[in-house]
């Protein structure tokens, strides 16, 4: 990430550093508690395959591993890919959406938004009073239409 921020400026180190904080936010929701209306609707782990992340990352992944709601992916390029779930409902999201920024997607969910910069990219989806959040951090990192389609994937599987 050193280079992208180098090159990117100020702007986009302080865009970079709330869309870490919005991650954070989403997964402590869930491991404090708040979001276990969420573990009824399956394990984070179900929610994608590895092939499936395999294919819009465009490198290998190895199986995910699980902590409270939460499921990350390790590439074989040196990046990670995480999908979580909570509860929160639009209030969570709309904080979301609020620090962060990012693009309204459609046709995901109830709402949707898509942010990425450098190596990081993110999308926050809501369906119903579930929160979903996709990320990747690393090398590769893709685009809106391939996070869209992941997201797409896992809202079916919620």
């Keep these: 990430m050193g280079d992208s921020y180098r090159t990117a400026g100020r702007g986009a180190g302080r865009k970079?550093?709330?869309?870490?904080?919005?991650?954070?936010?989403?997964?402590?929701?869930?491991?404090c508690g708040l979001g276990d209306d969420a573990t009824a609707l399956g394990k984070p782990c179900s929610l994608l395959k590895a092939d499936e992340i395999q294919t819009a990352l465009g490198q290998a992944v190895k199986d995910g591993t699980q902590a409270q709601n939460v499921c990350d992916w390790a590439t074989d390029g040196g990046g990670k890919f995480s999908?979580?779930?909570?509860?929160?409902?639009s209030g969570l999201f709309d904080s979301a959406l609020r620090t962060a920024g990012g693009t309204a997607v459609s046709g995901?969910?109830?709402k949707a938004t898509y942010a990425g910069i450098g190596?990081?990219?993110?999308?926050?989806?809501?369906?119903?009073?579930?929160?979903?959040?996709?990320?990747?951090?690393?090398?590769?990192?893709?685009?809106e239409a391939k996070m869209t389609d992941l997201a797409r994937k896992a809202v079916s599987r919620l």
């Design 108 to 110: 995901v969910g109830d």
């Design 119 to 143: 190596q990081y990219t993110f999308i926050q989806v809501l369906k119903g009073q579930t929160n979903l959040r996709l990320d990747y951090t690393g090398p590769g990192a893709p685009d």
């Design 83 to 89: 999908a979580g779930i909570s509860g929160g409902g």
């Design 16 to 31: 970079i550093g709330a869309l870490f904080a919005v991650a954070a936010m989403t997964a402590g929701l869930s491991a």
